[in-house]
């Protein structure tokens, strides 16, 4: 590729970034469709807006073979929002790249299961968190972007701020969950954060400005399930098994 394709597509590229912010969209779907837009670039070597239909059609071929289809939905969906609005053009062949329909079951997590979780984690504030996330019946970032200010004690509620939609919601607040908080927050004392990064000294933790790893939290909490010995398929933890236990 040359210098002028190179700086073809960092304009293109830089478009879709402000469309994409300006529309409000998720930073987990900001970073899914321009990594798509990234990935048809390196591909194919040039800016993908002089693709024709068939080389698209060729290439999501060759993405069905080697991705999930979870990745191939999110392939088209960040290159359909390209088309539509950087370059402003119909892109209607898209149709006909459609993921099957797979309805699954959850696996359903029992009670005793859950306590032999939350027994097993032998860190506080994994502890806390799966408790946490357990009790409310909440999502893994919306836990995880829990402060201090969110807390009512007195009504026993807790307002979750950034819930999928970016819509927020009054969730209850179980007397257990709250004595997990408390003592969790008495061994960081952060001012805001619930869950702050633990790297590092006390004092360097109360000056943290970002909350847990993600990444960490489900390593941490794959590791329990296994030593539990729970046969149950838990590919992402916590995840929406919690919400469907809870209720």
């Known amino acids: 590729m040359n210098q002028a394709d190179s700086e073809r597509f960092n304009h293109f590229y830089q478009e879709q970034q402000k469309t994409l912010k300006?529309?409000?969209?998720?930073?987990?779907?900001i970073n899914s469709y321009s990594r798509a837009l990234r990935r048809v670039y390196s591909h194919f070597g040039c800016c993908p807006d002089i693709l024709t239909p068939?080389?698209?059609q060729d290439y999501f071929?060759?993405?069905?073979?080697?991705?999930?289809w979870s990745t191939v939905k999110a392939d088209r969906l960040g290159l359909q929002h390209f088309w539509k609005f950087v370059l402003k053009k119909n892109w209607q062949w898209v149709d006909?790249?459609?993921p099957p329909q797979v309805k699954t079951i959850p696996d359903i997590l029992t009670p005793s299961e859950i306590n032999r979780l939350i027994s097993a984690t032998r860190k506080l504030r994994y502890r806390v968190f799966l408790l946490t996330t357990y009790s409310m019946g909440l999502r893994l970032g919306e836990a995880l972007a829990l402060q201090v200010g969110d807390i009512d004690s007195e009504r026993r509620l807790v307002h979750i701020r950034r819930g999928k939609g970016h819509k927020?919601?009054?969730?209850?607040l179980p007397d257990l969950a709250l004595i997990g908080m408390r003592e969790l927050w008495k061994r960081h004392r952060h001012p805001y954060l619930l869950f702050p990064n633990p790297t590092g000294s006390i004092e360097?933790?109360?000056k943290a400005t970002s909350h847990m790893d993600r990444g960490g939290v489900q390593q941490?909490?794959?590791t329990v399930v296994a030593e539990c010995g729970i046969k149950k398929s838990l590919h992402t933890l916590p995840s929406p098994q919690f919400r469907h236990s809870s209720s």
């Open 22 to 29: 300006l529309q409000g969209l998720s930073k987990s779907t």
């Open 96 to 98: 006909i790249v459609k």
């Open 204 to 206: 360097t933790i109360r």
């Open 61 to 68: 071929m060759a993405l069905v073979e080697s991705h999930s």
């Open 54 to 56: 068939s080389q698209l």
């Open 168 to 172: 927020a919601r009054l969730v209850p």
């Open 220 to 222: 941490a909490m794959k």
